[in-house]
C-alpha cells in the first residue's frame, strides 16, 4: 500500500547529491506532510529526531527527484520515415523546407482527438517517471491553429491529473508557419498574439510562451511581438535559440526577462553576457544535438566562465530527439558536450528547476518539496557515466511513495 504524504518516512546512510553537490557525508533524510522535514549526516543522527517516522530505505544515492525543462512530448504518430531521410543524407533543415519536419507533426496532431493524443503521450510520460522524472515542461507547438494549441496543452494539463508528476505547460504556437499561413508569417504572429496567448492565457492552459527563431522559423523581430504579447499576459518567456544558426535570440529573450534559452549551439560571447546578466537558464539539449548528428557545440566553457546556469533536458519530441529517457541525458551531456557528472546532475535538476521558475524544485534541502529517487548506485556520478534503465529503487512524489521495490 503506497505511503500517504502525510505519513513521516526516514531514509538512512543515503549519499545525497542536494540538486547542486553532492554531501560530503553520508545523511539521514526525513519526510513528513509532503515536505523535506530534516537532514542530517549520519554521523549525528539521533532516532528521537524522527519520531513516528517509518525507515523506509538505507544506502544508496538520493537525488531531487528529476526536472524535465524541456519536452514536446504531446504528440501523435512518429516520424520514423523523416529518420530514415536524413540517414540518407537529406538535413534536418531541407527536410523541414520541403513540408515535413514539424509540420508533417502538425498534421498529425489536428487529425488527433484529445482522447487519442492523451492516450498516446501518456506512455511516454510514464518512461520520464519510470526513470526518476517527477517535475515535466511540456509544450504545444504541433496544432498551429487555436483550437488546436489549446487542444495540446490541455491533454498537457489532464496528464497531470492522471499520473504522478507535476506538468508546466508552455505555448509554442511560434514553433513553425502552418501551410495556411504559407505567404503571411507576420499574419501568423500575429494570430500568435492577438488570439492564442490571449486564449491559453484567459483559459489558464499556459505557464509560458516559446518561440523556434530560427532561419527555418520566425525571424527576432517576430519572435520580440511574441515575447510582449506574452508579457502583456503575464506568461513566462523561453525561447528556442541559436540551435541551427545565430539569430542573437537568446540576447534578445534575456532582455525581455526569460526563463531559458534552449539548444543554443551557435549562441556566442554577447548572447552569454545577456544571459548572465538577466539570470536566463541555458537549457542545454544533447538528445537534439546526437539525433541530428551536429557538430556545432554549445558554448560550455564561456557558459562557465559567465556563471550562467546550465539545464539539461530531453527535449523529447518526433523529430529531433524521440528519447523519453533522461538519465541517458547526463550521459550524452557528458559524452558529447564534456559537462561534468555534477554539472549534468545539477542540471537536471536544480538548474532545470530554475527554468521552468520553480527554484523551489529541484533540491534535497529543509522545507522543500518531497519530490526525490533513491538510485541503485554507489555515488551519484555513476547515473552519468553508465547508462542502465531500471536503477532507480524509489522514487516520492509530494511525499508519496510511487515507487518501491
Ligand atoms: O526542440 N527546434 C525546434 N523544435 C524542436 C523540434 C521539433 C520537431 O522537429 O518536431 C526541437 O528541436
Ligand atoms: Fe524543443
Redesign the pocket.
Known amino acids: 500500500m503506497p505511503l500517504s504524504s502525510q505519513d513521516a518516512k526516514l531514509w538512512r546512510d543515503v549519499s545525497v547529491f542536494d540538486g547542486l553537490q553532492t554531501l560530503p557525508e553520508p545523511m539521514a533524510v526525513l519526510i513528513r506532510g509532503g515536505v523535506i522535514a530534516g537532514l542530517w549526516p549520519e554521523s549525528v543522527f539521533a532516532l528521537q529526531d524522527a519520531q513516528g517516522a517509518q525507515e523506509v530505505g538505507r544506502g544508496g544515492v538520493m537525488t531531487p527527484g528529476l526536472v524535465d525543462c524541456?519536452t514536446?512530448l504531446v504528440?501523435a504518430g512518429n516520424?520514423a520515415a523523416e529518420f530514415e531521410l536524413r540517414l540518407e543524407g537529406a538535413s534536418?533543415a531541407e527536410i523541414?523546407r520541403a513540408g515535413g519536419?514539424?509540420i508533417s507533426?502538425v498534421r498529425a496532431v489536428r487529425d488527433a482527438s484529445e482522447e487519442a493524443l492523451l492516450e498516446q503521450t501518456l506512455p511516454r510520460l510514464q518512461a520520464l517517471i519510470d526513470d526518476g522524472v517527477t517535475s515535466v515542461e511540456i509544450k504545444s507547438?504541433?496544432g498551429l491553429t487555436t483550437a488546436d494549441e489549446l487542444k495540446m496543452l490541455h491533454v498537457a494539463r489532464r496528464l497531470a491529473e492522471q499520473l504522478p508528476v507535476h506538468v508546466t505547460t508552455t505555448l509554442?504556437g511560434a514553433?513553425a508557419l502552418p501551410p495556411e499561413f504559407a505567404d503571411d508569417s507576420d499574419g501568423y504572429i500575429s494570430l500568435v498574439c492577438e488570439q492564442m496567448i490571449p486564449a491559453a492565457a484567459r483559459e489558464g492552459l499556459a505557464d509560458a510562451v516559446d518561440v523556434?527563431c530560427?532561419n527555418i522559423?520566425f525571424s527576432p523581430a517576430q519572435t520580440e511581438r511574441v515575447f510582449m504579447a506574452a508579457q502583456a499576459h503575464g506568461l513566462a518567456i523561453k525561447v528556442?535559440a541559436e540551435?541551427l544558426s545565430n539569430q542573437g535570440a537568446s540576447a534578445l529573450a534575456a532582455r525581455y526577462g526569460a526563463l531559458s534559452a534552449?539548444?543554443i549551439e551557435f549562441l556566442d560571447e554577447a548572447g552569454v553576457k545577456a544571459m548572465a546578466q538577466a539570470g536566463t537558464v541555458a537549457t542545454l539539449?544533447p538528445g537534439?544535438f546526437h539525433t541530428?548528428r551536429e557538430t556545432q557545440l554549445p558554448p560550455i566553457q564561456l557558459l562557465r566562465d559567465h556563471g550562467v546556469p546550465m539545464a539539461l533536458a530531453s527535449?523529447a519530441?518526433?523529430?529531433?530527439?524521440p528519447i523519453c529517457f533522461p538519465t541517458l541525458m547526463l550521459n550524452l551531456a557528458c559524452t558529447l558536450f564534456r559537462m561534468t557528472p555534477r554539472e549534468a546532475l545539477a542540471g537536471a535538476t536544480a538548474h532545470a528547476a530554475t527554468a521552468i521558475g520553480r527554484k523551489d524544485l529541484g533540491r534535497i534541502a529543509v522545507g522543500a518539496p518531497a519530490n526525490l529517487c533513491v538510485w541503485d548506485v554507489q555515488q551519484p556520478a555513476e547515473l552519468a557515466y553508465a547508462v542502465q534503465p531500471g536503477r532507480m529503487r524509489q522514487r516520492v512524489f509530494a511525499g508519496v511513495l510511487t515507487h518501491d521495490r
Request: glycine letters at 10%; proline letters at 3%.
Open positions: 524541456h514536446h504528440f516520424r534536418y523541414a519536419g514539424i507533426s507547438g504541433y509554442l514553433h523556434f530560427e522559423a528556442h540551435q534552449d539548444h539539449l537534439a541530428l527535449d519530441n518526433p523529430g529531433t530527439s
